[in-house]
């Protein structure tokens, strides 16, 4: 899931109240013929990295290409 990051202090804030209480909002995924594309949660994906946590909950939805194209707009 590679996106550009505008939000520096969102992603330190997010860090911080990962570490204190885990994470509260999963990400959202779309599965589209058998490849996952994330699509909200970029700071919170991030966030993770940055923390070295090897996994990162998440809600996937399935979805045709008509559906990811709107959600890449």
Do not use: W
Request: hydrophobic share 45%; aromatic share 6%; with cysteine.
């Amino acid at each position: 899931m590679g996106c550009f990051i505008a939000n520096q202090a969102k992603v330190e804030a997010l860090m911080a109240s990962i570490t204190d209480i885990s994470l509260q909002e999963p990400i959202d995924v779309l599965l589209v013929d058998g490849i996952y594309y994330g699509f909200s949660g970029c700071h919170r994906f991030e966030a993770h990295q940055r923390l070295g946590l090897p996994t990162i909950k998440c809600r996937v939805r399935k979805a045709n290409q008509q559906v990811l194209k709107m959600h890449m707009m």
